[in-house]
Nanobody, 124 residues
Framework: QVQLVESGGGLVQAGVSLRLSCTAS????????MGWFRQAPGKEREFVAA????????AYADWAKGRFTVSKDNAKNTVYLQMDRLKPEDTVMYYC?????????????????WGQGTLVTVSS
């Protein structure tokens, strides 16, 4: 199967940048897609960004455009989420997800594999 391991979370001050990483192990494929979601306690999971493995097609939540950037390293089976100008409201758990098709990148229910999450805390 597939295992996803996130890293890069932590405590930072508002306004700085942070980069999250998610490395996949196990079975992958050229028509693979990986995405980032986040969830605050008591709230619904929220789409952040996603990228397709073959053509690098990206998708972003409207609020993430201009501040967050998703990228990938095919050789390392790793997806990144560059987060700039962080705000206190970005303080949530971030989850990496993956699936074996590249449609519906924004739909969390279409992803088959999930990581354990990495916590980002932004202080004001």
């Amino acid at each position: 199967q597939v295992q996803l391991v996130e890293s890069g979370g932590g405590l930072v001050q508002a306004g700085v940048s942070l980069r999250l990483s998610c490395t996949a192990s196990g079975r992958t494929a050229s028509n693979w897609a990986m995405g980032w979601f986040r969830q605050a306690p008591g709230k619904e999971r929220e789409f952040v960004a996603a990228i397709s493995w073959n053509f690098g097609v990206t998708a972003y939540a409207d609020w993430a455009k201009g501040r967050f950037t998703v990228s990938k390293d095919n050789a390392k089976n790793t997806v990144y989420l560059q987060m700039d100008r962080l705000k206190p409201e970005d303080t949530v758990m971030y989850y990496c997800a993956a699936k074996f098709h590249t449609g519906q990148l924004k739909d969390g229910t279409s992803y088959n594999f999930w990581g354990q999450g990495t916590l980002v805390t932004v202080s004001s």
